[in-house]
């Protein structure tokens, strides 16, 4: 499957991600990814856990690192080293979903976008969940041609 090869390439390139991480601000993954990494730093915990922990890792310069987990239609994960934020997925009608690819990349785009508005996580993710649901009811990694209405 697509996620094991990504997974396995992950994998392979672990030594190069740990290398630049202490440089890392915002840390993006899915629960899967996540998962894998903290595996890889032999973290152990539940995910709120694990993700405190990969944001408390190494880091240099003056920002706090922000580790984001997506879970698809569950809440999306907000860590800090001493603080969790769950913020719930505004949910579209699944016969609307086409297709799931990019929803991803849609997400941290949508997210960063918002960042540049002010450090609001909250609002950061809600941003990037509403980019994400608006890329899976079109085939493949297209933008909409309509303005994107701002419900966040």
Known sequence: ???????????DKFNEILAVLPYVDYLFGNEEEVDQFAKNLKFEGDLPQVMQQIAGYEKHGQRERVV????????TLIAKKNEIITVEVQLIDASKIVDTNSAGDSFCGGFIAELLN???LVKCAKAGNYSASQTIQHEGSTIPKYAPVKTW
């Open 1 to 11: 499957s697509g996620v094991k090869h990504m997974l396995d390439s992950f994998n």
């Open 68 to 75: 984001v987990c997506t879970q698809g239609k569950k809440p």
């Open 118 to 120: 002010g450090p609001d």
